[in-house]
Each structure stands twice: as C-alpha cells, then as structure tokens.
C-alpha cells in the first residue's frame, strides 16, 4: 500500500509528486500518456502574475517566488527566465481594459506600470509595431519551458523515490468505509489512502462515479511554433482581448497563441502515442495575422509547428483546490482555465499541505468545488498566458 497516488502528470501533478515525495511519502504518479502530454505540454508556459482574478493574485505572486530558484532545486532544467509581460492596446476601444488593469492590480500590490504611449511601449519592447496605442508591463513576470519543467519535476519526484506509471489509464477510484482505498487502472489495483485528481479534462470521468462533477467547456487554442530567428523579444506578450499571445522562447522560435475556438471533438494521436489536435487552417491564419500585426518580425518567421490545446474551462475560470469531497482521502486540483502553468510549483505544495491535512499557505476557499452550485453568469474568458 502507498501514501497517495496522484493521476496525472501535468505540470500540477507532477509537482504535487515531487513535493509529497521529497517530504518521505510514498507516492506513485499514474499518467495515461506520459509527462506533460497534453495541457502542460501544450501551453504558452508564461509565469505570468498580471491579469490574474483578485483571488488567484496571492497564488501566483506566491508561485513566481518558488520559480525563481526552481531549477536549482529541482537540479533540472526549467529554461525560466524574468522577462516581463506586457499586455497591449491595439483600439482606442482596448485602451480602458488595460488603464483599468493597471490601477487595480496596482492598488492590489502587484507591481505593474502604465506604458501609455506607444513610445514608451517600444522604450522596452522595440520590436512592436506602432499599432500599439499602449500597454500594461509587469517587469517580474517571465515564462520557461513547459517540457522541460515538468521532465524535471518527474526526474526530482523519482530521485526522491515516486514511482512513475506512464501510458496507464486510472479506470476508478475504489472506497472503503466512505474512505479512499485503491486506484483501479488498466493494468492493475494500486491500493492507497490518498488520492490526487490533477487529470485536467479526464478528471470527471473519476469523480462522476461520486456524484462530483466539476463544470468544464472545453475549447481549443491554436498553437504556432517557428523556426528560429535573431532574438527580438524578451517579454511575455498578451492583448486585452486574450485573441493571441506569445513569446520568443530561448532558442529564438516563436511560440504564439490565438483565443478559444469550439474544439470539433477529435483527439488525434502522434507517432509516439501522444494525443494531438488539429487546429483549423482559419485559425491559423488568424493567429499569424493577429500576432504578426503586433510583433512585426513573427509575420517574417517561418511556421515549422502547428498544433491546437484543450482547455479545461470553468464557469469563472478559476481553479479547483479541494480536498473537503467524498470520499474521505481524494483531493481535486483541476479545471485551471488555460493559465495554471505558471501556479504549477505552488500548486505541488498547496496539494501537499492538503494530503497532510495542512492549511495550505496562501487562501484557497475561493477555489472550493461547491461554490459552482451558486453560479448562473455567463462563463468567463481563459487569459491565456500561463
């Protein structure tokens, strides 16, 4: 019998591994494909605070803090780098969205500064276009590689003695007494006390058989990747809209994004049993347009990769944190709307406090499964940066 099997080997589970692991639990870290096999591998991997929900501000504050050292912990590669974010006005219509970004995250602590001419937003991003009316810039946002992050977090959960199961489906959760007591996957019985939901869009398919259910859309992002050029830009871009999104990573490629598309249902695979998804060849001439409007040089680049991203996406697009569900011993962390990369380090901890029976760290009620029963607003938008 183990201390806790955590499913899914996203950027969140498989920190919440490493954690638990080198705090001397036994642990076992259960993926149907492999490490970062979909949401985590597939994202813009910002380590973003701006834009945040008011609620979800101290967890990536807190979050931003661990990255900063995170590759030497981990003794791996992350490739996180501090390069700032910027989030741009494109319309005398969009200029309100960020003056009032800034002043509320302003008067929320978070260090974020008005660039209000397109002088002053070239001052520190020269490769932007002149269609830039103005811009929001938080110095101390960044991104890394998302691949690599996660490889080292399973690396480091495995140096501590977690044992990884990849390409093994969690077909059920099997209770005792009202209380967790094993894992039923597709190759055997995994008997524990604990355990963690970290599977992103799969997650329900374990909760349902409780009468738990975590409201989800799932719409699709288009992803592009390009050849490598010269580097041009450091910071972390977005726009007030959330239509696209993007950075040049470490090796000078672009990695751009567009807004939420309806996903037409099809889970493709690679040659190496990966899912993929197939974004529309619509969608990917809109989000060349979109970004090479603002970044002039990415409209020159080449395109060597395509691919599209399933978000799990609540109806207030906000995670859930919680370990208050029956049965006694499960603990959720899911539905991260298209942003919870960045959190990935703290979430590991927060899951960990939460398998313990620790109050986490930061404030984590807002992030309870129940409050969806109160909810009737319209669905809020993913941010898209991390």
Not at 67 to 73: K, Q
Request: charged share 20%; with cysteine; proline share 6%.
């Amino acid at each position: 019998m183990v201390d806790v099997v955590v499913i899914g080997a996203g950027i969140s589970g498989a920190a919440s591994a490493y954690e638990m692991a080198r705090q001397g639990l036994d642990v076992v870290l259960v993926d149907r494909f492999g490490p970062a096999a979909m949401a985590s591998g597939w994202t813009l991997a910002g380590v973003r605070q701006s834009g945040r929900h008011p609620a979800e501000l101290p967890l990536a504050k807190a979050a931003v803090e661990i990255w900063a050292g995170l590759a030497e912990e981990l003794d791996g590669e992350t490739r996180y780098r501090r390069g700032g974010n910027l989030r741009l006005a494109r319309t005398p219509e969009e200029v309100p969205i960020i003056e009032k970004l800034v002043m509320e995250q302003r008067e929320a602590g978070l260090d974020l500064r008005l660039l209000p001419t397109n002088a002053d937003v070239r001052a520190v991003a020269p490769s932007l276009s002149e269609r830039v009316l103005l811009a929001s810039y938080c110095p101390s946002d960044g991104s890394a590689d998302p691949i690599a992050t996660v490889q080292s977090f399973v690396q480091a959960a495995q140096r501590h003695g977690a044992q990884c199961r990849f390409g093994e489906r969690a077909l059920r959760i099997e209770t005792t007494n009202g209380r967790v007591c094993a894992v039923v996957t597709d190759k055997g019985r995994i008997a524990t006390a604990k355990v963690v939901i970290a599977a992103g869009i799969y997650g329900n398919e374990l909760l349902r058989p409780f009468g738990q259910n975590v409201p989800l859309q799932v719409p699709m992002v288009t992803v592009l990747r390009s050849a490598p050029i010269d580097a041009v830009l450091e910071q972390v871009i977005g726009v007030a809209n959330a239509d696209c999104a993007g950075r040049q990573e470490f090796n000078g490629r672009f990695r751009v994004t567009g807004g939420l598309e309806d996903w037409h249902s099809q889970l493709g695979e690679t040659p190496d049993k990966r899912p993929s998804v197939r974004p529309t060849t619509a969608g990917v001439a809109e989000v060349v347009r979109l970004f090479g409007e603002v970044v002039p040089a990415f409209a020159r680049a080449q395109i060597e990769e395509v691919w599209a991203g399933l978000i799990d996406l609540t109806p207030d697009a906000l995670p859930v944190l919680d370990d208050t569900l029956e049965p006694e011993g499960l603990v959720v962390a899911m539905g991260f709307s298209g942003h919870g990369f960045c959190l990935g380090p703290l979430t590991g901890r927060i899951v960990t406090d939460l398998v313990q029976g620790r109050k986490p760290r930061v404030p984590i009620e807002p992030f309870g499964i129940r409050r969806f029963s109160a909810l009737h607003n319209t669905p809020e938008k993913a941010t898209l940066h991390g």
